[in-house]
């Protein structure tokens, strides 16, 4: 009888051991899944950057060629194609138009008193913001009035 309640008590902490090592593999699991969407989410961002700075650049571009040019309308096109991608991946625009600054989402690189307009309106974006998903990416570099 006593080697049978041996038995018996072995066998429960042989079983609480092994249900303690399945939920430990579980949460590891689920803990590479996440690591892995991080690593991911991480390379896409900076890859993301890179393309913004091509696409700040076809702007730079666009301000400054006549635009009845064919090589104009190319352009573009280009740029409508890339941000055409970026949408598809989840790239959205800051809105700066009629906003009022937030430093959550602009950065502000002038300061300007401008007495008949609303005190911290963003009266001139200078380069585009952009949100990956919810996560800024990159702020809105704006002139602010004071």
């Given at each position: ?86 949408e598809k991946r989840g790239v959205k625009q800051i809105n700066t138009k009629d ?48």
């Open positions: 009888m006593e080697e049978l309640k041996k038995c018996e008590k072995e066998k429960q902490e042989y079983l609480e051991a092994w249900k303690r090592a399945k939920a430990d593999l579980i949460n590891y699991k689920k803990e590479e899944v996440e690591r892995i969407a991080s690593i991911s989410n991480y390379i896409q961002e900076n890859f993301i950057l890179e393309i913004l700075l091509v696409l700040d650049n076809m702007e730079i571009a666009e301000k400054t060629v006549p635009p009845n040019n064919d090589w104009f309308q190319g352009l573009l096109n280009i740029k409508k194609q890339i941000n055409s991608l970026l906003q009022v600054f937030d430093p959550n989402f602009h950065e502000a690189i002038d300061i300007q008193d401008i007495p008949d307009k609303k005190s911290g309106l963003i009266l001139e974006e200078a380069q585009k913001g952009y949100l990956f998903g919810d996560k800024v990416i990159r702020p809105a570099k704006v002139k602010v009035n004071k």
